[in-house]
């Protein structure tokens, strides 16, 4: 408690008396884990995500216009008097400022995202807010302290309420019982980033190894290859340019519960991966790996297969 109290000192000049007036009864919180497991505010985190996806559209869609003209203008240059040329600069110009000034609408502070987002979770937050004071008071704490935050040097679990705080903010979450009902995992294309790995088909046998290895767990149903890949062609998402906003978007509208990235490079030193599992519900990154093999493609499988099971080990159901 001492050193405790020292720590505070340091970082709060003119506490330490304060503390000493009385024996304050102190408690932790893991408030990141909290605004992760919290159920209300994962399905207003879902919410966001489908406004979002909307403005998406529109993004992209302002985005490829203007590739557009540029191309056609490319094009047309030799036809046009410089006049032209110039009412046609000016077009581009006035739909570029548009989307910057969409982007700042949306995006921007106090846009419309930052709108909803405080829209939708206001009423959830002061309800952690109020739950985390009532818990306290019931217990007698004098002060609460977030164990994920940089304030807390140290804090031993005894004191720890941060499953209780869970334990009340879900209990009016009603959520259908899941026995015997698997967790649906897809993979997604692996980005090749160099020729040499194109030319192996480092990416595609990547895919193929994880898929292959995630199917042995009797805890996920593993969505077909060419079920994800079907999906992505009617979606426009190329395989060359996959980033994690669209993974989340393949994976939603596969009803997925859970989707894992991964890239592939080739060096001197051999194969190198990386992987990346997310919660497609909570759009958070729950894991990721990395690994490395000699050239040998058995120690590249091999590597890989290992890989994947270390990745999806925080989302295998505890025995009871």
């Known amino acids: 408690m001492r050193k405790f109290l020292m720590a505070l000192f340091f970082l709060f000049p003119g506490s330490l008396t304060v503390l000493y007036a009385k024996e304050y009864k102190i408690a932790t919180i893991d408030m990141k884990r909290v605004m992760n497991e919290y159920k209300d505010l994962q399905d207003a985190r879902r919410e966001i995500f489908a406004y979002e996806k909307e403005w998406i559209k529109v993004r992209d869609s302002l985005l490829a ?39 700042k609408r949306i995006w921007g502070e106090n846009g419309e995202y930052s709108k ?37 040097i140290y804090a031993s679990n005894e004191n720890d309420i941060t499953e209780d705080v869970l334990d009340y903010l879900n209990k009016e979450y009603v959520v259908q019982s899941q026995t015997g009902i698997k ?16 030319n192996l088909g480092l ?6 190894v994880v898929v292959a290895s ?8 593993v969505l077909p290859s060419g079920s994800v890949r079907q999906k992505m062609t009617a979606m426009g998402i190329r395989m ?34 990386k992987m990346y599992l997310y919660d497609s ?32 080990t925080p989302i295998i159901p505890k025995k009871q």
């Open 65 to 103: 216009e203007i590739q557009k003209l540029k191309e056609e203008l490319k094009k047309k240059i030799p036809m046009l008097t410089p006049q032209g040329i110039m009412d046609e600069e000016e077009k581009i110009s006035d739909l570029e400022k548009q989307y910057r000034q969409y982007i």
């Open 116 to 152: 909803k987002l405080k829209e939708l979770t206001r009423p959830y937050l002061e309800k952690l807010h109020e739950t985390i004071s009532k818990l306290a008071r019931e217990s007698g704490y004098d002060l609460v302290l977030d164990r994920s935050s940089n304030l807390v």
């Open 183 to 198: 967790k649906k995992i897809c993979v997604l294309p692996f980005l090749e980033k160099d020729k040499d790995v194109k």
């Open 203 to 208: 990416g595609n046998r990547a895919e193929d």
């Open 214 to 221: 995630l199917k042995k767990s009797p805890n996920f149903d």
């Open 240 to 273: 060359e340019t996959l980033t994690e906003s669209q993974g989340v978007q393949v994976a939603t509208a596969l009803n997925a519960d859970y989707f894992i990235m991964g890239e592939v490079y080739k060096d001197a030193m051999g194969i190198h991966f």
């Open 281 to 312: 519900r909570t759009i958070q990154k729950i894991n990721e790996v990395e690994g490395l093999a000699e050239n040998a493609e058995e120690l590249f499988d091999q590597s890989l297969a290992n890989k994947a099971r270390e990745l999806i």
